[in-house]
DNA sequence: TTTTCAATATCGCCCTTCGATATTAATACT
DNA sequence: AGTATTAATATCGAAGGGCGATATTGAAAA
């Protein structure tokens, strides 16, 4: 399957979604799952929630936990340490983008 | 270290440049590492070796070898298959850069 | 033959990804 | 009250990959 190819490609994409979306307001992890799989990205909860997990105690989020309509919900947040990767981020994806374009 | 982290999201966009490179010219091992530390990514000839076998195996590079005075050189080039995934990656790219640029 | 050098390959450790399954907590139903 | 249901999150073991350090290759120079 050429599958799993794409999904070699494409993870450090979803980690960089996922701090992008953070930063516009706080996530949570089946939203964020409904969010990647419209954009074309084929991702298991088994797989992002541990990523969620690593990219808090890396420091790029912070958790918080929220009732809504009776349920608990864990928030996350970008922190300021996530947003200076994102803006590396930023930047190494305008040259990739640049650099591949044609 | 944050470069482990930096590392995680930008794993992908190295094999992007691989691609984007064996179909402008065949591209050999050290001449890559050395356009990829350019290009700002720091990656040691232990990561990227593999990398070019795992791409070979799954079909996205083609390895020929020939003697460049007196050495002998595994060039790599891109498959079709390569270039239909360089396609994708180049839409995706598209997407990435257009959604988290401002 | 020995040294030197560029290029490539391999080693073992550790961490991550993955699909599948389990857990949690609150509501609805009987 | 007790059970089923549901949304959301967590965890499991297997498999694979990344990493730095080290080893290997092959040819030319000394």
């Known amino acids: 399957m050429e599958d799993k190819v794409l999904r070699k490609l494409f993870l450090g994409f979803i980690h960089i979604h996922i701090l992008h979306h953070a930063k516009?307001?706080?996530?949570?992890g089946s939203w964020m799952l409904e969010e990647l799989r419209e954009h074309g990205y084929s991702i298991g909860p088994g797989t992002l929630y541990?990523?969620?997990h690593s990219m808090e105690s890396d420091g790029l989020l912070?958790?918080?936990?929220?009732n809504v309509e009776g349920k608990i919900r864990k928030y996350y947040s970008i922190t300021e340490k996530g947003e200076q990767i994102l803006v590396e981020a930023q930047k190494k994806a305008y040259e990739l983008f640049k650099e591949i374009k044609d």
Do not use: A, H, N, Q
């Not at 516009?24 to 949570?28: R, T, V, Y």
């Not at 912070?62 to 929220?66: G, I």
């Open 24 to 28: 516009e307001s706080p996530i949570f």
């Open 50 to 52: 541990p990523i969620l």
């Open 62 to 66: 912070t958790r918080e936990d929220r």
